[in-house]
């Protein structure tokens, strides 16, 4: 059989021994009853092996006039068991971060945290502390206001009641450029999209980072406006509430959005007496003000009174000396929160924080050399792909299947494998931090709990990659990416390919029965599950 390692062929299968064809059919028969996919009119449901069925699969409608590169490979041997269009150049979604954390363990390394620091250049007198208190962030994506509290705490601790000076927020650890390459300008006040620096406050345990929730209840009667919430509480944001209570049982259609170009969040539309409201996660403008925000509040509220103003971008001068400091979980922990909830701003402050550590500039340029040099350095031909960005978000990225197989294969001899294969998600594990963003896929089939997988999803741009035990415990590595298809989701499809991959053996048999409910849940939308709070994967 062909190696990854050689070139793939564009277009090319490598044929094992050939399948039996009844086998074959009862898989394709169950994959129509248990996944919602339907064959193909005209297909052949009598082909003959592996190869035939996926081509099969592949030839759903809904691909038609679309582009899938799929690759399945053995994972002991590298040997290339399918291949379809696997040097092909398409829009891998969030399947990018494959690269960016596999390049982030390596780089960085699984022991890796960031800390968060409360410094100053002042002279203490008594209680009073003359001079400037600094807030120097490293890029810390799980900072939260409690942890700010902390920091403020032991300022306290210290005895200083008051700063008479400024409070500056030195973020200055990664460059000024906030939002990537060719990021929709429609998504600006979506979590998911937020704003990138060295200091930042996530507002939740999922650690969507750059981000405040915004909940909004009904007024008690017809007439009277909403009532809105922030998390965590800050005076960063305004909220304009525009939007209406109405009698009950009349529409809830709130709409919560960030202004462009500030931190005005305006609440429109209206909400029943009695109904459920709205809860939703909004980015801010500025990420570093938020923070500085949050210490400054949680610095008054444990008595410590700071005279001067709020200055952002200031670097913390050598001399400093440390009053308090926090420091994050370290990477291989992160990696979970990370991968299995899909988390962009996670990609792209460590993407900055590999260019820190390779080069000392903390930025998208020369954090994605650093991808690449990890990726040259297992053999990825980084001449033919393009990464502008460390999550996927950027439609401009374009990676191939055969890409991604070699990079799945050459990390299993990586020391700090079992940590980034730990960061998975797990078809159909119901802990979210597990199953992440496959926890309600492929249920009821032999790939639940057995495959693992990074998921991605942009309009008209799905993937699914990563790694199943087919029905002889054989470990099988595969790609899937599919572009240019109108469907609402290919995800069923994706599902199809691999649950095919478990019911496989090395001789080609899989006469088994259909598995009863085996259709995947929330696998009708192009968004990935994490992405569409306050729904939880």
Same mark, same amino acid.
């Given at each position: 059989?062909?190696?990854?390692?050689?070139?793939?062929?564009?277009?090319?299968?490598?044929?094992?021994?050939?399948?039996?064809?009844?086998?074959?059919?009862?898989?394709?028969?169950?994959?129509?009853?248990?996944?919602?996919?339907?064959?193909?009119?005209?297909?052949?449901?009598?082909?003959?092996?592996?190869?035939?069925?996926?081509?099969?699969?592949?030839? $759903?409608?809904?691909?038609? %006039?679309?582009?899938?590169?799929?690759?399945?490979?053995?994972?002991?041997?590298?040997?290339?068991?399918?291949?379809?269009?696997?040097?092909?150049?398409?829009?891998?979604?969030?399947?990018?971060?494959?690269?960016?954390?596999?390049?982030?363990?390596?780089?960085?390394?699984?022991?890796?945290?960031?800390?968060?620091?409360?410094?100053?250049?002042?002279?203490?007198?008594?209680?009073?502390?003359?001079?400037?208190?600094?807030?120097?962030?490293?890029?810390?994506?799980?900072?939260?206001?409690?942890?700010?509290?902390?920091?403020?705490?032991?300022?306290?601790?210290?005895?200083?009641?008051?700063?008479?000076?400024?409070?500056?927020?030195?973020?200055?650890?990664?460059?000024?450029?906030?939002?990537?390459?060719?990021?929709?300008?429609? $998504?600006?006040?979506?979590?998911?999209?937020?704003?990138?620096?060295?200091?930042?406050?996530?507002?939740?345990?999922?650690?969507?980072?750059?981000?405040?929730?915004?909940?909004? @209840?009904?007024?008690?009667?017809?007439? $009277?406006?909403?009532?809105?919430?922030?998390?965590?509480?800050?005076?960063?944001?305004?909220?304009?509430?525009?939007?209406?209570?109405?009698?009950?049982?009349?529409?809830?259609?709130?709409?919560?959005?960030?202004?462009? %170009?500030?931190? /005005?969040?305006?609440? /429109?539309?209206?909400?029943?007496?009695?109904?459920?409201?709205?809860?939703?996660?909004?980015?801010?403008?500025?990420?570093?003000?938020?923070?500085?925000?949050?210490?400054?509040?949680?610095?008054?509220?444990?008595?410590?009174?700071?005279?001067?103003?709020?200055?952002?971008?200031?670097?913390?001068?050598?001399?400093?000396?440390?009053?308090?400091?926090?420091?994050?979980?370290?990477?291989?922990?992160?990696?979970?929160?990370?991968?299995?909830?899909?988390?962009?701003?996670?990609?792209?402050?460590? /993407?900055?924080?590999?260019?820190?550590? !390779?080069?000392?500039?903390?930025?998208?340029?020369?954090?994605?050399?650093? !991808?690449?040099?990890? #990726?040259?350095?297992?053999? !990825?031909?980084?001449?033919?792909?393009?990464?502008?960005?460390?999550? %996927?978000?950027?439609?401009?990225?374009?990676?191939?299947?055969?890409?991604?197989?070699?990079?799945?294969?050459?990390?299993?001899?990586?020391?700090?494998?079992?940590?980034?294969?730990?960061?998975?998600?797990?078809?159909? @594990?119901?802990?979210?931090?597990?199953?992440?963003?496959?926890?309600?896929?492929?249920?009821?089939?032999?790939?639940?709990?057995?495959? !693992?997988?990074?998921?991605?999803?942009?309009?008209?741009?799905?993937? #699914?990659?990563?790694?199943?035990?087919?029905?002889?415990?054989?470990?099988?590595?595969?790609?899937?990416?599919?572009?240019?298809?109108?469907?609402?989701?290919?995800?069923? #499809?994706?599902?199809?390919?691999?649950?095919?991959?478990?019911?496989?053996?090395?001789?080609?048999?899989?006469?088994?029965?259909?598995?009863?409910?085996?259709?995947?849940?929330?696998?009708?939308?192009?968004?990935?599950?994490?992405?569409?709070?306050? @729904?939880?994967?």
């Amino acid at each position: 059989m062909r190696r990854l390692g050689q070139r793939l062929g564009q277009g090319k299968r490598s044929h094992g021994p050939r399948h039996r064809a009844r086998a074959w059919a009862v898989v394709l028969g169950m994959l129509v009853a248990g996944l919602g996919w339907s064959a193909p009119a005209g297909a052949d449901q009598e082909a003959g092996g592996l190869p035939e069925a996926l081509d099969t699969l592949l030839g $759903d409608s809904r691909m038609e %006039g679309g582009a899938a590169g799929v690759v399945v490979a053995d994972a002991a041997s590298g040997d290339v068991l399918y291949q379809r269009a696997p040097t092909s150049r398409l829009m891998p979604a969030s399947n990018t971060k494959l690269p960016t954390s596999a390049a982030a363990m390596e780089i960085l390394g699984p022991g890796h945290t960031f800390t968060t620091d409360v410094l100053t250049t002042g002279r203490r007198h008594g209680s009073v502390l003359t001079g400037d208190l600094y807030l120097r962030g490293t890029g810390d994506p799980t900072a939260l206001a409690g942890d700010y509290d902390g920091l403020a705490a032991r300022v306290a601790d210290s005895g200083v009641t008051r700063v008479d000076g400024r409070l500056l927020a030195d973020d200055t650890r990664f460059d000024r450029s906030r939002l990537g390459r060719a990021w929709a300008a429609d $998504d600006e006040s979506a979590y998911y999209s937020a704003q990138i620096s060295a200091l930042s406050v996530a507002p939740d345990t999922d650690y969507d980072t750059g981000s405040v929730i915004v909940q909004v @209840a009904p007024g008690t009667a017809a007439g $009277d406006a909403p009532r809105v919430t922030v998390t965590p509480p800050t005076t960063y944001v305004d909220v304009d509430v525009r939007a209406t209570t109405v009698a009950a049982g009349g529409a809830n259609d709130l709409s919560v959005e960030r202004e462009h %170009g500030g931190n /005005t969040i305006v609440v /429109t539309g209206t909400t029943p007496v009695g109904g459920s409201g709205a809860q939703e996660w909004v980015s801010v403008w500025e990420p570093t003000g938020y923070a500085a925000a949050v210490f400054r509040a949680a610095l008054t509220a444990h008595g410590v009174k700071v005279t001067g103003a709020t200055r952002l971008g200031r670097a913390t001068p050598a001399a400093a000396r440390r009053l308090a400091s926090h420091t994050s979980m370290p990477l291989k922990d992160l990696l979970v929160p990370f991968m299995k909830l899909s988390n962009n701003m996670h990609a792209e402050i460590l /993407t900055k924080a590999m260019g820190h550590e !390779v080069s000392g500039e903390g930025s998208w340029s020369a954090g994605l050399a650093a !991808v690449g040099g990890y #990726l040259k350095g297992i053999g !990825v031909d980084t001449g033919k792909l393009r990464q502008v960005d460390g999550s %996927g978000l950027s439609r401009m990225n374009n990676l191939t299947a055969g890409q991604f197989a070699k990079l799945l294969l050459a990390v299993r001899s990586e020391p700090w494998y079992a940590d980034w294969y730990r960061s998975l998600p797990v078809a159909c @594990a119901p802990d979210r931090f597990v199953g992440g963003t496959l926890r309600t896929r492929m249920c009821g089939t032999p790939a639940a709990l057995n495959a !693992v997988g990074k998921t991605g999803s942009l309009t008209g741009a799905s993937a #699914l990659s990563g790694y199943v035990k087919d029905a002889d415990g054989r470990e099988l590595v595969y790609s899937i990416v599919l572009n240019n298809y109108l469907a609402a989701s290919v995800k069923p #499809l994706e599902d199809a390919i691999v649950v095919t991959l478990a019911r496989s053996t090395a001789e080609g048999t899989a006469a088994v029965e259909a598995a009863p409910g085996a259709r995947s849940a929330g696998a009708d939308t192009d968004l990935e599950c994490s992405w569409r709070k306050p @729904a939880r994967c």
